[in-house]
């Protein structure tokens, strides 16, 4: 690029994000928004906007809007903002001035005749009989075509070049089909539409995009494309730059799939926190930050091998570890009562907001006779190197003082619904206590002042790492991606957290001692609903 300015090919790099609006944006989008963006930005040049709505069928204004939040969300702001579908009168003249060279023609042959035609990758593709209609024949009917005298499929357009071409993609491509649908933006104006193969170069010529970069599959389109910006004397000549898509281990990622999650029932919409969707990835409390520092250290090569899922959390934790305020929660709630503390008394203990970040001060959190742990960690027979509660034993509460285990309460079932406990006032924290050491330290909220909470634990929704490989339900196909939907991906537990959280807003972050990174649900209504974003460490292993 940088030769192109010296050498004065361009004044002005532009690039473009092109998504079709058929779909919330996912993290393989976040990769090509980062990419032009920022090599537009790179070179003080431009990047537009622009929703390439060329195939009415599958596209809504629902989707238009949540790919501009989420564009700008990550962090990135266009210069123009531009829908393929104000062309159409352009793509239209531009397709009549192909005729006119002779270098396209209406076919009347079926799809699947078309097809047959094409010849395969060994083996020359056979021209159609209509190949050589002569041009005002053509004329005529394209214009009948667009005047609605055709059914779908009745009749295509196609672009004159080479059937014996050893790349397929030159075998005559259409470029017009019939479809009489509604369009999101142009209504019933139109009843037949460019295909991609010849609206995309012509999009990127008419804006002056100088760097039209899109994903390796489109390689061998890339002559395609050179031919239909020479041929339609398009005065501006985009060059086409391919890279290697995004894959992530059990993760699917294109549209169609996730659209399947949200249409089956698997997942609670386009934004639930289990989804690749940058709404689904905000609303688990991912960060813009990290989203980009993972794109960008993960890298621009060609290749396409999967990245492994465990690199997003560990850029959210970098990202989360100096800027949130610590905090603790108890998700599956033991009642303590502490006999031997003042019935009654409530005591405000000091606690660091970050200890890895001391700028963010303190907190106060309550102590009294009455707090919550964790049912896990009390075990009335534990095996050996279990620190923690047990009868007999004594344990260090986070913040506050040493507690040792005396008596636990059973329910008719044999359950544990209660422990009675002790503490020792010297051992409170802060005060440099070293009588005697204590190898487990659990976290705890106070009973009579915490707030409730729920708590939405994830797992992978995909349980194959190759997931995305996997093909849709071709005919007798074993299995397909949705065989693989993990059916235990979210659990939900109601517990408590400390009483100065009380005040929280959605999307607020905290690290929660021992559990990980949390976010608070922007649906939360009554209660507050947190997501773990990620554990403290991965533990998952499949
Ligand atoms: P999908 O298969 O998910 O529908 P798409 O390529 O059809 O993806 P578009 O809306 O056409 O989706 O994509 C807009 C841009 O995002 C394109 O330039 C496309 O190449 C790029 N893109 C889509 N998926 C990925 C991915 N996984 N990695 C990198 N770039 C991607
Ligand atoms: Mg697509």
Redesign the pocket.
Known sequence: MIKDLENGKHEKIVTR????PN?YL?I??A??IILNFGLADDFNGLTNLRF?DTNPVKEDIEYVNSIKEDVKWLGFDWDGLFFASNYFEEMYSRAILLIQKGLAYVDDLSADEIREYRGTLTAPGKESPYRNRPIEENLELFEQMRNGNFGNGEKVLRAKIDMSSPNINLRDPIIYRISHTTHHNTGDKWCIYPMYAFAHPLEDAIEGVTHSI??IEFEDQRPLYNWIVENCDMKSQPQQIEFG???ITNTV????KLKKLVEEGFVDGWDDPRMPTISGMRRRGFTPESIRSFVIETGVSKGSGAVDSQMLEHFVREDLKLKVPRTMGVIKPLKVVITNYPEGQIEWLDAEVNPENPEMGMRKIPFSREIYIEQDDFMENPPKKYFRLFPGNEVRLKNAYFIKCEEFLTDEKGEVIELHCTYDPETKSGTGFTGRKVKGTIHWVEATNSVPAEFRLYEPLILDETAEEIEEETEGAEKTFLDHVNPNSLEILQGFIEPNMAEVQAQDKFQFFRHGYFNVDPKSTDKFIFNRIVSLKSSFKI
């Open positions: 994000f092109p998504p079709e779909g996912h393989g989008h990769k090509s390439d899109c994903t898509r995004l894959n990622m294109s549209k169609r």
